[in-house]
């Protein structure tokens, strides 16, 4: 009978320190706002196309890059895009529903083709934006790519397209604008 107690008790303790230890190791999870907004605007030169419509360029773009949270010092453990959008503007061969594809690439990142169109907006300028069915993939690209750069510190962000309504060589500028939630573990 002793034999039995003693293994009882030896049972209950380890279920008990069991128990007790493991909700020591409970992570704190919060989600916080933060952008990652891009621009040619204030560029020396604009984006050129080449070749009757084709362009191509790059952004070399570091963790500062995103706005509004320390992504260098944070455990981010998710990335979810509150609202992404792509714009190619100033462009004096635009006409509204001219067609536009645009490829996304960036290191580590899956590349996503996306059909853009040129609208006139309220102001009456010319601008080209993603079509409605591929801002889906427009922000799941933006989400992955944002969490590759908040994890790695760096990374660099390609856009290749084509002009497909206008085969004379222009230039336009180019402007991203994003906002995400990034879920962060303490």
Same mark, same amino acid.
């Given at each position: 009978m002793k034999k039995f107690k003693n293994k009882l008790f030896?049972? %209950?303790?380890? @279920?008990?320190?069991?128990?007790?230890? =493991?909700s020591c190791e409970s992570d704190d999870y919060e989600w916080l706002r933060g952008t990652l907004n891009l621009s040619t605007v204030n560029d020396k030169e604009p984006i050129y196309t080449y070749e009757g419509g084709l362009f191509s360029f790059n952004y070399n773009l570091r963790?500062?890059?995103?706005?509004?949270?320390?992504?260098?010092? %944070?455990?981010? @453990?998710?990335?979810?895009?509150y609202e =992404?959008?792509?714009?190619?503007?100033?462009?004096?061969?635009?006409?509204?529903?001219d067609r536009?594809?645009?490829r996304l690439r960036a290191d580590g990142v899956k590349s996503y083709t996306l059909r853009m169109i040129v609208i006139v907006n309220d102001y009456g300028d010319r601008v080209a934006?993603?079509?409605?069915?591929?801002l889906y993939l427009l922000r799941e690209f933006m989400s992955n790519m944002t969490y590759n750069l908040a994890r790695n510190g760096q990374l660099k962000f390609y856009i290749d397209g084509e002009?497909?309504?206008t085969s004379q060589d222009t230039s336009f500028d180019f402007?991203?604008?994003?906002?995400?939630?990034?879920e962060v573990r303490y």
């Open positions: 030896a049972v %209950l303790f380890a @279920v008990t320190a069991l128990v007790a230890f =493991s963790a500062e890059d995103i706005r509004g949270i320390d992504a260098r010092r %944070l455990d981010i @453990v998710d990335v979810r895009s =992404s959008e792509v714009f190619l503007f100033q462009s004096n061969l635009f006409r509204p529903n536009i594809n645009i934006m993603v079509i409605d069915e591929d002009l497909l309504s402007e991203v604008r994003n906002d995400f939630d990034f």
